[in-house]
């Protein structure tokens, strides 16, 4: 216990009296560290802005998508599934492209999406001015819309735009609603959107066939046997191969997003943990360096009655030493650079917990490439280490 | 300033007297093919509280002797007893541990950590030997003083002169109140004045009670202590007295075989 102390008091002077060496060693380290944590937090970040994307649509929420272009659900269709046990609402919805424009502005990032009114239900959309959606819209085939947040900044800088009429291909159409500003949406940003009835989607579009659409469930309990119950329909009734459609949940894509964040933020944090090793043997370098430096001082050492556990505990102390001051400073330095990026815009999330395993594992460097030339010192014959110079 | 220094250990210094007990000693080296033999069946005693040197030429087996009986080197055979511990078949740690306690070392070049001042460097084999950082810090302090270099304490050995470098080594060497102080041409490295006081040092401690062999070439440094032994290609010869050096040389190994 004495001679520990005496050991950590002595490989701290050695460390401040080689400052550059100690410096230079120690920033593989602290670079190794800091590309952890930052990899790894970023890839984190970006994992949980996705979830929580994911999970905002709600989880009692089943896509249908059918993935040939050759079958298509009719619009007669959806009062069957309605009919399915379980389903509360059914949501068609068609991505439309057209050119979106108002006297002398136009808006190139507009995202036309034609719905039927239960969309705004689905996906628990509600509005901050005018009104919804009506179910005589879509009967009448009206040309009205509703518009999200940034799309009426863009095209309605200073006026009210419900009332307003803006321009898609060239015709116009009414807003009647201004959606309230909720930002990104998995899939969809719904600040950029321009909503309209699903059945005036066929004065921009030739069909107004059904590919994807929504279903709310009542009871999530029962949402895999509502799964199975939509299949059999779509498959059995409708006949369409179980190749050409899905019906997945949130869940289900949670999951799979998931592990694909997972491998990512693995794989990050793979590719970081390889300069962390290149850091090690960097230590390991100048650590054996340091042995053969000081023979002498090993061999008057040994000759004063140091016993080998004493002189592999001095070089191994060192290197431990020197890898956790160099580990502090990489977590410091990888969470300012962490920060820096947030302001930059991404997201940066890192755990404790890999905060912790960073700084544990440069103490796990600091022994594994520290072992080696500690034991070469501690197994230096007295006699001949006197006679170094 | 009076310093006052427990040297020896009184307790012991009753019990057994003989302190050092060599029987048919043999260590060889192999240079190439050529077996060396560096020390050829040697058997000599040594006795509590005496001043004895061994002399010799380079070559003699002298590092050799002086190697084993300090400590840091094991013979191929015979037996070496030192105050009634067998160590002729230590392990490293054992010799580790007796050469803290038993043996304290002066050598040619001083050999002091650089990077450390003269009391952490009296310190280190008392922080070996388990002393707390305190009674370590006590302990080469009153060392320090004995050898009159309490005011340059804290100075690195680049600023100490080779005498009081000397003297630093035999605070050092004496801290841990070893057995044996084994000087190695302890005034190699200075010059007349300098290292005749350290031969003057060495003559109190042995008036002290210290037992102390010293190895040199030097023969009219030999001469200073009580006994003299002569090595020469592996073997010893017994000075039978101090002043007739030349005249009563005989072979003491074959004394002891007898």
Request: with cysteine; hydrophobic share 40%.
């Amino acid at each position: 216990m004495i001679i520990l102390k005496n050991i950590l008091k002595m490989s701290l002077r050695n460390i401040i009296n080689n400052k550059l060496r100690s410096a230079l060693t120690m920033l593989g380290l602290v670079i190794g560290i800091a590309s952890v944590i930052v990899l790894v937090g970023i890839g984190n970040g970006t994992s949980k802005s996705i979830t929580s994307e994911v999970s905002s649509l709600g989880t009692n929420v089943l896509t249908l998508s059918i993935t040939s272009s050759d079958y298509y659900l009719d619009y007669e269709d959806l009062d069957d599934l309605r009919n399915i046990s379980n389903v509360e609402s059914v949501s068609p919805y068609k991505n439309v492209s057209a050119r979106v424009s108002r006297q002398t502005s136009s808006s190139s990032r507009a995202n036309i999406l034609a719905v039927t009114p239960e969309y705004m239900d689905v996906l628990s959309l509600t509005i901050s001015e005018g009104r919804l959606l009506s179910q005589i819209d879509l009967e009448n085939y009206s040309k009205v819309c509703l518009i999200g947040n940034d799309i009426s900044e863009d095209l309605f800088t200073l006026t009210d735009p419900v009332g307003q009429t803006l321009k898609i291909n060239g015709e116009d159409y009414t807003v009647v609603g201004v959606l309230t500003a909720v930002g990104s949406s998995f899939g969809t940003n719904i600040d950029d959107v321009i909503i309209i009835p699903f059945t005036t989607a066929k004065y921009l579009k030739s069909d107004t066939s059904i590919n994807n659409l929504y279903l709310k469930v009542e009871n999530e309990k029962y949402i895999d046997e509502t799964t199975s119950l939509i299949e059999n329909y779509v498959e059995n009734t409708i006949g369409i191969s179980s190749d050409y459609f899905s019906v997945s949940s949130q869940d289900s894509m949670l999951s799979t997003m998931d592990n694909i964040t997972n491998t990512f933020s693995l794989l990050l944090g793979g590719i970081a943990s390889i300069s962390l090793i290149v850091g090690g043997i960097g230590v390991m370098n100048v650590m054996l360096v340091s042995v053969t430096e000081r023979t002498k001082e090993i061999g008057i050492r040994k000759a004063l009655g140091a016993k080998r556990k004493d002189i592999l505990l001095q070089f191994l102390v060192e290197s431990l030493v020197l890898c956790l001051i160099g580990g502090l400073i990489g977590v410091i330095f990888g969470i300012g650079l962490g920060s820096l990026l947030e302001k930059m815009g991404y997201t940066f999330s890192p755990t404790i917990m890999i905060i912790i395993i960073s700084f544990l594992s440069s103490a796990l460097i600091g022994i594994i490439f520290g072992v080696i030339p500690a034991n070469k010192a501690s197994k230096l014959n007295p006699i001949e280490a006197l006679r170094n110079e | 300033m009076e310093c006052q220094v427990d040297l020896v250990d009184q307790v012991a210094l009753e019990g057994v007297l003989q302190m050092i007990s060599i029987k048919n000693l043999n260590k060889s080296f192999f240079l190439g093919d050529e077996e060396i033999k560096a020390i050829n069946n040697v058997s000599f005693n040594v006795e509590k509280g005496e001043y004895i040197s061994i002399v010799g030429p380079s070559g003699s087996g002298k590092s050799t002797l002086m190697n084993i009986l300090g400590l840091l080197d094991v013979p191929d055979s015979g037996e070496y007893i030192l105050d009634g511990i067998d160590v002729s078949r230590a392990s490293d740690d054992e010799l580790a541990l007796l050469r803290n306690k038993k043996i304290g070392f002066i050598f040619q070049s001083f050999n002091l950590l650089g990077k450390l001042t003269a009391i952490e460097n009296v310190m280190v084999p008392l922080i070996y030997n388990g002393y707390t950082e305190e009674a370590a810090k006590k302990r080469a302090h009153e060392m320090l003083c004995m050898v009159g270099l309490e005011a340059r304490e804290n100075h690195t050995p680049n600023k100490l002169s080779g005498g009081q470098s000397q003297r630093v080594a035999i605070a050092r060497a004496l801290s841990c109140k070893p057995e044996i102080l084994l000087a190695d041409e302890p005034t190699g490295a200075l010059d007349q004045k300098t290292g005749s006081d350290i031969m003057d040092e060495l003559e109190e401690l042995n008036k002290k009670g210290q037992t102390i062999i010293l190895i040199t070439h030097d023969i009219n440094i030999a001469s200073r202590a009580k006994r003299i032994v002569k090595i020469m290609d592996g073997k010893l010869y017994e000075e039978v007295q101090n002043d007739n050096i030349k005249k009563h040389t005989k072979n003491v190994t074959k004394k002891y075989n007898k």
